[in-house]
């Protein structure tokens, strides 16, 4: 799979020394991220309070835009006493702060989560007739946010750095049925190995730390990212530069990222974040976390330059050009710790944080939620979890008792073993080394940062799902953003052994939230068995519709739409490391993700694009003096948790389509195939 002869590491290294005739030249020639004149008017470290200056002006911007494309949905709605003028105008006379803050987050889970999560972001597109007739269009263009991480993280990024194209037209960009893992020449749809690894080597070449992220980003590019070579030119502060950017035709994206520290506990020579370390995020504007041992943001723009307590440790060697596309693309899906401790573990290793019980170290007591919450996370693990952190597939209903998740989880043994093993023959990097992605830290020497961050030269990045949260909700919950609804895409294919979902994640970020000092607001969320009993795995539920089951308790807390990926008219469970897609899949996936949205084009639910219209724009009556119709009331009667948990133990999560039950896998595959 692998080979870099020692001739291509001499050429490598001659062209680090390129000449610099100009920023984009050099962009565009080289991986290697340049050194420039520092700027004079950067803040360059801001704390976290209240929203980044840019990010505050461009959602203020951004609202009455939403408010014309929310005036256009709710018009399509049939809302029964419910007058949709009164109600824009009364948001209109607040100045447009009473606009709904909406968004929507995609979860982890490889291509799963990608391309069903790109599905159901184009069932809410207005651009698409089909949603207009179905009469969910038009919600995509009434958010504020996206968010995603490593497989979310892919539509998420590539639908911004690509000037927010519509679904069909993204996936003719993105070619999705060629494979970008086995490549032999090197084409404008894909790069080989070699010359990937060469293309990293001028980075390491101009004296950055490179590793597994530098190379599945920069493959992953050639699918994901516009622009010769792989979108190699591309960063992800430049979206902000884009036309429909500027004129607020998208929303603004938010990659959630983990990371390690000194403390975390280490399995095989690797560290494993715990839940409650810190959570960073990158979007156009800025890069940082909003609390936790680092609490504060730098420029995306000027990542990578050394920070000593919040100024440039020389001011003629800024570093642009480091957050490149490419980067936070493998950043966002480096998983190698997880898949390597799975491989070499034969997958009986736990490798999330979220079911480690190691409390020892002094910053996981600082930053560990209260014991009853402890508690709490723990017996839920123990009673309804394997020791690798699946759903139990209890005999009482499993179809299939020895069912086992591990080839679907696990990385190709082969391929974890070349890729370390070329790390070490070309570059003489070790496991540690290559195993997460290394960022400059612009938080050194800051008396707001743990002792830890005031003296680590690097911070070392991981897939956020490593730390419990595969949902990308941190970001959008942060008090500053004022959320007041939020569409949770599942698709991180956690219930064995059918690889459908459990409402872990959701349940993970519920307890964070209410851990977090103060509170984060969020809704109450009930034990992933309750998920599983009441079938909230394959029919959307609203959570926080009662104030009171909330953190804050109070309408401050946003509601919170758990969709996950199911079998409405396809069966999606596929493997997520399926490194080729065929047309005929996408447009399966696709059909499937829109059934779901839709609800089978209201065959199954007539009301639920009503009830969906309702919840986009519960938070908000309160505050122009308006009360919820009784059309409104009613719904949130069928489709909103009531507070009630089932906690007997679940069944396995065997789903049947919900437009065909009789219908099984091996018939439906027979014509199919995935």
């Not at 938010?254 to 409650?276: F, H």
């Not at 170290?361 to 600082?366: E, H, K, P, T, V």
């Not at 989880?409 to 070309?426: G, N, R």
């Not at 409104?632 to 389509?657: I, R, T």
Request: with cysteine.
């Amino acid at each position: 799979m692998f080979s870099l002869p020692v001739r291509i590491l001499l050429a490598a290294a001659a062209i680090g020394r390129y000449a610099r005739p100009s920023t984009e030249e050099a962009l565009s020639s080289s991986y290697a991220p340049i050194e420039v004149q520092c700027p004079q008017d950067v803040e360059w470290i801001r704390p976290a309070r209240g929203l980044n200056r840019k990010e505050a002006e461009w959602v203020q911007a951004h609202k009455p835009f939403v408010l014309d494309a929310l005036k256009g949905y709710l018009s399509r709605l049939e809302l029964k006493d419910f007058d949709v003028d009164y109600y824009v105008k009364a948001v209109q006379a607040s100045n447009y702060s009473h606009v709904p803050v909406m968004g929507l987050a995609i979860s982890g889970g490889g291509s799963t989560s990608a391309f069903t999560g790109t599905g159901a972001l184009r069932a809410l597109d207005a651009r698409l007739e089909a949603s207009i007739t179905q009469r969910t269009g038009g919600l995509l263009q009434s958010l504020t946010y996206t968010s995603g991480l490593s497989g979310g993280a892919w539509p998420v990024t590539s639908f911004a750095v690509n000037n927010f194209p519509t679904a069909d037209e993204i996936v003719d960009i993105w070619r999705p049925e060629i494979s970008r893992v086995d490549v032999g020449d090197s084409t404008q749809n894909g790069a080989n190995s070699s010359d990937i690894f060469l293309q990293i080597s001028e980075k390491a070449e101009a004296g950055f730390s490179i590793g597994v992220a530098d190379y599945l980003g920069r493959a992953w590019a050639y699918e994901f990212v516009p622009g010769a070579n792989g979108g190699l030119s591309s960063t992800f502060s430049s979206i902000a530069n884009l036309e429909n950017f500027l004129n607020h035709q998208m929303p603004y994206p938010i990659i959630q990222l983990g990371a390690i520290s000194n403390s975390d506990k280490e399995i095989l020579g690797l560290k494993l974040p715990y839940a409650n370390d810190p959570i960073y995020e990158i979007t156009p504007y800025e890069f940082g976390s909003w609390s936790g041992a680092v609490s504060g943001f730098t420029p995306s723009q000027w990542l990578g330059t050394q920070l000593n307590n919040a100024k440039p440790a020389n001011e003629s060697a800024c570093v642009f050009g480091f957050d490149r596309s490419s980067f936070v693309l493998g950043a966002a899906g480096d998983a190698f710790t997880f898949w390597y401790i799975q491989d070499k573990s034969n997958d009986t290793l736990a490798p999330f944080s979220k079911r480690s019980k190691d409390k020892s170290s002094s910053l996981a007591r600082r930053y560990l939620p209260p014991s009853d919450v402890v508690d709490e996370m723990e017996d839920t693990f123990e009673k309804y979890f394997d020791p690798i952190g699946n759903l139990n597939p209890f005999s009482k209903g499993s179809k299939d008792e020895s069912a086992s998740l591990a080839k679907r989880y696990l990385f190709p043994s082969d391929v974890i073993d070349e890729i370390v093993d070329a790390f070490q023959e070309y570059f003489n990097l070790s496991l540690s080394d290559i195993a997460y992605s290394s960022i400059p830290n612009p938080f050194a020497g800051l008396s707001t940062s743990s002792p830890e961050f005031q003296a680590a030269e690097q911070i070392k990045i991981v897939d956020a799902s490593e730390g419990g949260q595969t949902i990308p909700l941190w970001g959008q919950i942060q008090s500053a953003r004022e959320s007041s609804f939020i569409i949770a895409w599942d698709a991180a294919s956690d219930a064995t052994p059918y690889n459908w979902n459990t409402g872990t994640d959701l349940y993970d970020t519920y307890l964070q939230a209410s851990a977090a000092d103060p509170k984060l607001p969020f809704p109450v969320i009930p034990p992933p068995a309750t998920f599983v009993n009441r079938q909230y795995t394959n029919t959307p539920v609203l959570f926080g519709c009662d104030t009171t089951l909330t953190t804050t308790r109070d309408s401050k807390s946003p509601l919170v739409l758990y969709l996950a990926n199911a079998p409405y008219s396809a069966y999606t469970n596929y493997s997520y490391t399926q490194s080729a897609v065929s047309r005929e899949q996408m447009n399966e996936i696709f059909v499937n993700s829109f059934d779901l949205v839709t609800q089978g084009n209201s065959t199954i639910n007539k009301d639920w694009p009503t009830c969906l219209g309702c919840a986009t724009i519960d938070r908000s009556l309160e505050k122009v003096g308006m009360k919820r119709a009784e059309q409104c009331e009613e719904c949130f009667e069928k489709y909103c948790w009531d507070g009630k948990e089932d906690n007997a133990n679940p069944l396995v999560v065997d789903l049947a389509l919900k437009l065909d039950p009789s219908l099984g896998f091996a018939e439906w595959n027979m014509t199919h195939p995935f």
